[in-house]
């Protein structure tokens, strides 16, 4: 379904935003200030989309779910069919179905339950940290890639050997090539083996329950709405397995190999951290603010809603640009520049979402993103970065660096 009979409100030919295309993968944040400023509401004729790049809207759009809805999928390619999502994942459910799955799931996740993992991600982190280079490594290659999968496949109870190839089918069924939007044949074949490969685990489950996440979600009594109580049917567990694997490796791998970067940048910087550790929580609360490795989310409107004088139409694909909100200059003090000292309470951190599909693993992401940062400030206090070698990722909805080689200086 087109939509092309909208007239945006504010015309310039030369605002084009494709998140599809080489030079945005090149460069996210170059485009945002001018949707910002000239089209707060963005009409792409070439996509059919819309999009939404102020912080107040993007915020407001994350939190209203019965306009925005997440029942048709999380990208572009799904929520453009108009079809509900058919697999039954937490985030590509509305309410009521949700408040019961979050609420599930939520139990997972208390900061009691989070603070019970440090042991085992700080060893998991000093691992592979280990195994890198003593002169030269790449941040990301060698390092970051491997310990977030680690950690959250364990969590699962993926078994060791199966770890890092739940990694490479999530890069696999998120990789894009400039101008591609629906997912590969190699990503759908990718996407269908780690399923079964967690439909097979529960399986095993079932007959030898042990102490992870799988187990848990099957041992799980669901109350439904009508006040009776069910448990989660294998594909919804093998649904949320496949989702939690995935989001929970690519946010930090791509959130350590940005903060290498931006800390090259910004070496007085680095250099407070190194004088006071305390500083690591705001640094990372920064780094999601400034460089979130989450770009946007896409939601369907279940209504027509005119904002800025631009009508969007039931029925049409929007992204909430979380990544531009989060350097909205009418949120945040000199947006574009980094400072770990800036007042967060300024305006909501979008790096992580809002509103009921904010991230499930949040808490989780972020102590393993601060153990990490920890152990290269205490491996490498004088770093430089070998620019030349450095790469980005061609993803849907994510954004980062595929390559980030550092020289460690004595």
């Known amino acids: 379904m ?28 170059a485009i945002y200030p001018r949707l910002r400023a000239h089209a707060p509401v963005y009409y792409s004729t070439e996509h059919d989309f819309y999009a939404l790049s102020r912080h107040a809207d993007v915020a407001a759009g994350l939190k209203d779910f019965a306009t925005y809805s997440s029942a048709y999928g999380v990208d572009l390619a799904m929520v453009r069919t108009g079809q509900k999502a058919p697999a039954k994942m937490i985030i590509s459910i509305d309410p009521p179905e949700h408040r019961v799955m979050r609420s599930l799931v939520n139990k997972v996740f208390t900061p009691r339950a989070i603070g019970a993992l440090r042991g085992m991600v700080a060893d998991t982190v000093e691992q592979f940290l280990t195994a890198v280079g003593d002169d030269e490594f790449d941040v990301v290659h060698d390092f970051s890639v491997y310990f977030p999968v680690d950690v959250i496949s364990r969590m699962l109870g993926v078994p060791p050997d199966m770890r890092q190839q739940v990694r490479l089918w999530i890069d696999e069924s998120l990789h894009r090539e400039p101008g591609q939007i629906e997912m590969s044949e190699p990503g759908m074949q990718a996407m269908t083996e780690m399923w079964l490969m967690y439909y097979q685990l529960i399986q095993e489950r079932r007959n030898q329950p042990r102490d992870d996440m799988i187990s848990a979600l099957i041992a799980a009594e669901v109350p439904r709405e009508d006040g009776s109580t069910e448990r989660l049917r294998d594909s919804e567990i093998a649904g949320f397995a496949t989702l ?25 910087q680095w250099q407070q951290l190194l004088d006071d550790r305390t500083m ?41 640009l979380g990544a531009s909100a989060n350097r909205d200059p009418d949120a945040w003090t000199a947006p574009d520049v980094f400072d770990i000292n800036r007042d967060r309470a300024e305006a909501q951190n979008l790096g992580f979402g809002y509103g009921i599909h904010s991230c499930l693993g949040a808490a989780l992401a972020r102590m393993e993103s601060a153990i990490a940062l920890e152990k290269l400030l205490e491996m490498m206090p004088r770093y430089e970065v070998r620019w030349d070698g450095c790469r980005r990722v061609s993803m849907q909805n994510v954004a980062g660096w595929s390559h980030v080689p550092v020289r460690i200086a004595r």
């Open 244 to 268: 939690l694997g995935g989001a929970g490796a690519e946010t930090v791998t791509k959130l350590v190999g940005g903060a290498v970067v931006t800390f090259a940048r910004h070496p007085e």
């Open 2 to 29: 087109a939509f092309r009979r909208q007239v945006v409100a504010v015309v310039d030919d030369e605002i084009v935003f494709d998140p599809f295309s080489a030079e945005f993968y090149d460069d996210p944040h």
């Open 280 to 320: 690591i929580p705001a640094a990372i609360e920064e780094l999601l603010r400034y460089d979130a490795p989450v770009q946007y989310n896409v939601r369907r409107s279940n209504r027509e809603v005119t904002l800025h004088g631009v009508t969007i139409p039931a029925g049409a694909p929007v992204f909430l």
